[in-house]
């Protein structure tokens, strides 16, 4: 867990070492909970076209999916994990992710949900008129060696206005917006709910302990493998 903001390029250069480092069998998995100054990240099948106004800088992400923001108040986790370990099934992992984040908001009384035909969890809006749905939190992951990079954020209370300048994900139908805890009226403060995803993490993916990143983590990979796959968000 990162208490400061987090450079979006030193995260994915840290990010990117450790799972060359679990793959190698010389260092143990890792879950980590940052926030990011504002930034927009662009996935795999993301369209340039999706950019409204470049009101921030566009990071090449590498995971899966299209266009999204990240900013302060929203917590982006990123996961780490052997998945020849733990099962070699991708759709599989992106499932519990969705159900890790789902059990999450049902602790703070809010009802998510996954939808197969859009991605994201999304939460039912109907005081916005029929049909209306939010997004909540995101997914996008990248798989190298079996390893997972990249993860989820969810969106606790960050600027719901910085993602105007985008089409989040590619979801351009007016019916369908962007939400947060904060917008939905729960005010949880970011260590209340690092502490139900911890909780809710261990249900599913089993138990964890506290490790501090080292310094000779923020060092990038000099050569990355060319065995990885990107998977779309949802």
Not at 108 to 127: C, H, L, S
Not at 142 to 169: E, K, Y
Request: hydrophobic content about 40%; proline content about 6%.
């Amino acid at each position: 867990m990162s208490d400061s903001l987090v450079p979006y390029d030193e995260a994915v250069a840290i990010m990117e070492t450790r799972a060359a480092q679990i793959a190698a069998g010389s260092s143990p998995e890792l879950v980590w909970l940052v926030e990011h100054p504002p930034l927009y990240t662009a996935g795999t099948s993301a369209n340039p076209a999706d950019v409204i106004e470049a009101r921030f800088r566009v990071y090449e992400s590498g995971r899966g999916g299209q266009l999204t923001y990240h900013g302060p108040g929203q917590r982006v986790v990123y996961l780490m994990l052997d998945l020849k370990r733990r099962g070699p099934d991708v759709r599989r992992f992106v499932a519990t992710l969705e159900d890790w984040i789902i059990h999450t908001l049902a602790a703070f009384n809010v009802r998510a949900e996954r939808r197969e035909d859009r991605i994201g969890v999304w939460v039912r809006r109907p005081e916005k008129g029929e049909g209306c749905e939010d997004k909540i939190a995101a997914i996008g992951i990248r798989v190298r060696q079996w390893v997972t990079l990249h993860g989820m954020a969810l969106n606790v209370d960050p600027d719901l206005s910085h993602f105007s300048a985008i089409v989040p994900c590619g979801v351009s139908e007016k019916r369908y917006g962007v939400t947060s805890l904060a917008d939905l009226g729960i005010p949880i403060s970011m260590a209340e709910v690092d502490m139900v995803l911890r909780r809710e993490f261990e249900q599913l993916f089993g138990p964890s302990s506290n490790h501090m990143l080292g310094k000779t983590e923020n060092t990038p990979l000099s050569a990355r493998s060319s065995r990885s796959a990107s998977v779309p968000s949802r």
